[in-house]
Each structure stands twice: as C-alpha cells, then as structure tokens.
C-alpha cells in the first residue's frame, strides 16, 4: 500500500511513502519521442496538494474522464473518496472505468484515508470496509498530564455506515479483517517520542483492545503490505542483539515477513535468509506479489539480489532465487549523480515496485536502473532492460507491455515485456505520481 510507516511518525499519519523525487526538465530522461500504439487507457493519480485520478488514452494521452482521489478498493473498479466539509464529510463510490458514482453518503465528523504507498490504504483484502483516520492529537488534561488520542472508524463499504473508535494514546493501523471485525493496530508507548511499539488488536465487536495471539507483540518498522484472503503479509525490520563473547555484544539488522490471520488475530514471522545487511533505503525495494492462485507469495528485493517464494497457508520458503547480474550495477554516472545530490538518490523508494504477468508466469520487477523479468517456473532471473530510472509499473492486459513512470522526468513510458525494447511514450503531461490501472480500450 510506500505504509509503509517507520515507527516514528505520527499516528494514522505516518510517513507512509518516500519522498516524491523532485523531478527536473535538466534531469536525464529514458523517454521516447515515439507514440505508444496501442488502445489501452491508463489511470493516473496527478496533482500535487489536491490530486485527481485522471483516465488518458496511451497513444495520444487524452484525457477521457477526471475523477476525485481515492482508495481503489480490491475490485480494480470502485473508488472509494471523501469530501470535507466542515463538521461532517461526504464519501461517494465511483465506478473508476465510467466515472459514475453508484453511492454516497455523508458522514457526521471529519475523516480522511488512511496514506499509503504514494496512493490509500485501509480496506480489507474483499474491499467490504475501510479504516478511515478521524484524528491525533494532544491535550493537556486539568491535572496538567500531557495525553494522546487517536480516532479511527471502520467504514461498511455496501452501507457507507461508519462506526467510530476513540482510544487513548497514539497509535497506526496495519489491517482489518474482511467482516470489520478486527483492526490490526501499532501502539506507541509512551506517546511521546521516542517509544516502544506494541502490536494490538481492536475487537469492533466487544469494544475493547487486547493483545493479538502468535509470534510477535512487536514487529518493528514495517514496509509494504498485500492481503491473500484472510492474510495480511508485511516486510519487517527490527534488530536483533548477539552476545558472541561475555565483553562483545552485536547489533544485528533482522528481515522478517510477517503475516497477520485477520479471522483468528494470530501473527506469524517468518525470519527471511537475507544474505547481504540491508541499510537506509534499500529496505523500501521490497516487493509482495501473490501468485494468480492465491497459493503462493513472491517476496523480492533486488537491492538486496533476492527472490523468495512462500507458501501462504504454511508460511514456508519453498523456492529462491538470485539476482547476481552484475551489470545491472549502478553505473558510473549514476554513481556520481548520487554523490552530487545524495538526498534525491536515497529517496527512490519505488511506488508499484513489481507485477505479475496476466498468466502468471513472469514477475518483473524494478531495479535501482532498469528492470528484472523472473521466469517463475524456472525461479531465474535475468535483466530485462538496464536503462531507465523508474518508480512504478503496471501491466497491460495482454500483458504486452509494461507501463513505468519515469523518475526524473515524470513521463510515462511503455516497455516490451519479451525484448524490454522501448516501445514509446506518452505526451508529456501534469506530473503523475503513480499508475493506478490499465485497462484496454
């Protein structure tokens, strides 16, 4: 959902994506001047302070119909959007591919989405409900104690009926279950910074916190999120402290995958062999893909040249892989590029980092330059194309060409996914910050 909070944010308002690139017309550019031929119609979140969800046509990047910024709920159709005003908040479900709006209601109280990967998070994995944030702040009571608050409410996406949730203290939300039941929540504790998190589950139902069953109370900060059915799966890191000698104790960087049972409140870990320690922003290249069967989970990190297969329901590592091309390198320019301006080099987490071919045979994957195609059934992967800075791709539905937004120039591009020649790019146009869908025309 770039959730993907760093455990030291504010609650429900965590920075839950990298920073947007500054993008710069000087900047070195992997667009083509040639037209994109095809008929498929693509879905971009553009703007800036107040975004829109705008549908173009690829080949000449027209824009067929403009809707209000929202959550994309796991149908790929409704968007789920709210409206301020004042002391209540309207909330309407369009249909994404006709722009209808099939619903809304208006809701007492001021709500917002809840952020997440350069896009919303928040709904269940069947899209029947949604955490929607309401606020966190801090009071002073009249004894002077310094207090923290957090509201939530869990939205029924058929109804449109919000059930409210106060809590003292501060906290962020990981997942719901798909009846609404259960909110998967971090607490901070203290509420100032900094603090101890503590992972805690909210019952709708009786009212009432408690403690989740399992591996974990805490995971640490965690990245990414995707739901397989009851499922939710998260990238974790965390440390873990050694004691090789009586006078030597050693800090060690953890990778975990974390899977949350949303029906039973149970958390699971899974410690990932993560050959290489993982630093700064390399922890933000990881990628979760389900297969198309829901049986499996691609868990991918090309900084890190790993390629993971897990069993969903065993949470076992059946397969991996590496990624070892060492061409795929940075190169020297980029390598001086990031000396020159270190703060934009660090921050290119990626938004979509990884799809999945419609025939689920093929996932690729974004590189810190170019692209990775992994042949699935073989577990092997190869460099589909070592040119072009990228931040997010989707795919085609005939799973013909790969769609990727520039990093530097903002330009959408399309990208042959049996040859990885560049196939051409759209017009230049409003700044986009992500793909949020293709469909054919």
Known sequence: MRKLGLGVALAFVL??????????????????????KTTDL??????????????????TAEAVRTLPDGLLLSDGVTVLALEPGGASTLVKKFDRRTGQMSS???????????????????????????????????????SGKWTARTTFGVLDVASLSIEPVQLDGRYALHAVSNDGRFVFL?????????????????????????????????????????????????????????????????????????????????VQVFRLPVERMLSGEDVLAWSLVP???????????????????????????RRSARMTDAKSQQG?????????????DGKMGFGTGAVLSPDGATLYVLAAQGMWSIDLAAMKAKMLTRDGGYETLAISPDGARLYVLGRQDGVISAIDTQSGKLLGSMARIAFPSEIVAVDAG
């Open 15 to 36: 920075t839950c994506a990298p920073t947007a690139l500054p993008r710069s017309d000087s900047g070195p550019s992997s667009a083509s001047s040639e037209p994109i």
């Open 42 to 59: 693509i879905t971009l979140r553009e703007g800036g302070q107040q975004p829109a969800l705008v549908v173009r046509k690829v080949a």
């Open 104 to 142: 809304s209601q208006r809701l007492e109280g001021t709500w917002q989405l809840y952020p997440g990967n350069n896009s919303f998070s928040g709904s269940s994995a069947n899209g029947s409900h949604a955490v929607l944030f309401g606020s966190s702040y801090n009071f002073t009571d009249q």
């Open 186 to 266: 971090d607490e901070y504790t203290p509420p100032q910074l900094p603090a101890n998190v503590q992972l805690r589950v909210y019952d709708m139902t009786r009212h009432k916190l408690d403690e989740p069953s399992g591996d974990a109370r805490s995971i640490g900060d965690s990245y990414r999120r995707t739901y397989i059915g009851s499922f939710a799966f998260e990238i974790a890191t965390a440390t873990e402290t050694l004691h090789p000698s009586p006078d030597m104790t050693q800090i060690m960087p953890v990778t975990k995958l974390v899977r949350f049972d949303l029906s039973s409140r149970t």
């Open 291 to 317: 297969s198309r069967d829901q049986k499996l989970l691609y868990v991918v990190n090309p900084a890190a040249g790993a390629i993971y297969e897990i069993d969903v329901a065993s949470l076992e590592l």
């Open 332 to 344: 020297l320019l980029d390598a001086l590029l990031a000396h020159v301006h270190p703060v934009a």
